[in-house]
């Protein structure tokens, strides 16, 4: 066993599998919560660079814990032959609504204030913040027993959430109904593309029985996301997806709308 593979043995210590609303969860629900109130409060005049730092920070420590991951899930030690193996895990390539705050935000970060930016963030506010109040809410299903792993699911969601919260909150992104447009055309992009991915992968023959679906979608393997998965099971390929788009809309309005009702409780004297 060489140096990289004992640092990676390292990073897969264990723990007892947390639950939601176990004291792990809250801990990270309780330091989000407070990080977005002092955010909020702590607003300086240069809130440009602010932004540029948050979404810097965000990014870069999301990636660092997803290649982590991707590492550590990726390899395997077998105990009686004292060998490790290396085999990539499909299921779990990174490119999930979920993971996409990460590339948003770096790419954001680098941008000047205009329309490019905008729509960029308007995704963040409106929509990639499905997956992190739904994370937030009711985690069980993303806890596993690898510490690691863990972290980088708190950090992952919880961190996109403050920045999706941040945006809003701090009038970056107003909820304004083209900016909401904007948001999901940007998902409708991204959406797309998992879909091609899904059909390069499935068709590339690399998966040797393994699991390949990205955003869900997937014709070729059940949802896991759920109702989705029986909507899947119940009616024709294209429905199923268009439902799944129809939702995701309606659950970025509802966003827009609650963020367009506090904004307006915000004005009045």
């Known amino acids: 066993m060489n140096l990289f593979e004992k640092i990676v043995r390292f990073l897969q210590f264990e723990m007892e599998r947390p639950h939601s609303y176990g004291w792990f969860h809250l801990l990270w629900l309780g330091a989000s919560l407070a990080l977005i109130l002092f955010l909020c409060l702590r607003r300086e005049k240069d809130h440009e660079r602010s932004l540029r730092t948050l979404l810097l920070i965000y990014g870069l420590g999301a990636l660092l814990l997803e290649a982590v991951k991707q590492i550590i899930w ?15 895990q499909w299921y779990a390539f990174p ?4 993971t996409t705050p990460i590339f948003v935000s770096l790419i954001a970060a680098f941008l000047k204030k205009g329309p490019a930016r905008d729509w960029l963030l308007s995704f963040l506010a409106f929509v ?12 069980e299903s993303c806890f596993v027993s690898t510490v690691m792993v863990d972290l980088h699911t708190m950090y992952l969601h919880l961190g996109s959430l403050v920045v999706s919260v941040y945006l809003l909150a701090t009038g970056e992104i ?9 948001g999901f ?10 879909e091609l991915l899904n059909l390069a992968v499935y068709r590339s023959g690399v998966l040797q029985g393994e699991s390949f679906n ?7 393997f059940p949802s896991s996301l759920p109702v989705f998965d029986r909507i899947q099971a119940s009616v024709p390929f294209p429905v199923f997806l268009l439902s799944y788009l129809l939702a995701v809309f309606l659950g970025a309005l509802l ?8 904004a307006g409780r915000k004005r009045k004297p």
Do not use: K
């Not at 107003?174 to 904007?182: A, D, K, Y």
């Open 128 to 139: 990639s913040i499905l997956g992190s109040l739904a994370t937030a809410l009711y985690p």
């Open 255 to 262: 966003v827009f709308l609650t963020a367009r009702l506090l």
């Open 214 to 220: 990205m955003f869900y979608i997937s014709p070729w």
């Open 174 to 182: 107003r909820p304004r109904f083209r900016n909401l447009l904007r």
């Open 74 to 88: 990726s390899y395997s030690f077998d105990p009686a032959t004292g060998t490790g193996v290396w085999d990539y």
């Open 95 to 98: 490119f999930q609504l979920c």
């Open 185 to 194: 055309a940007v998902f409708l992009i991204f959406a797309a593309l998992a």
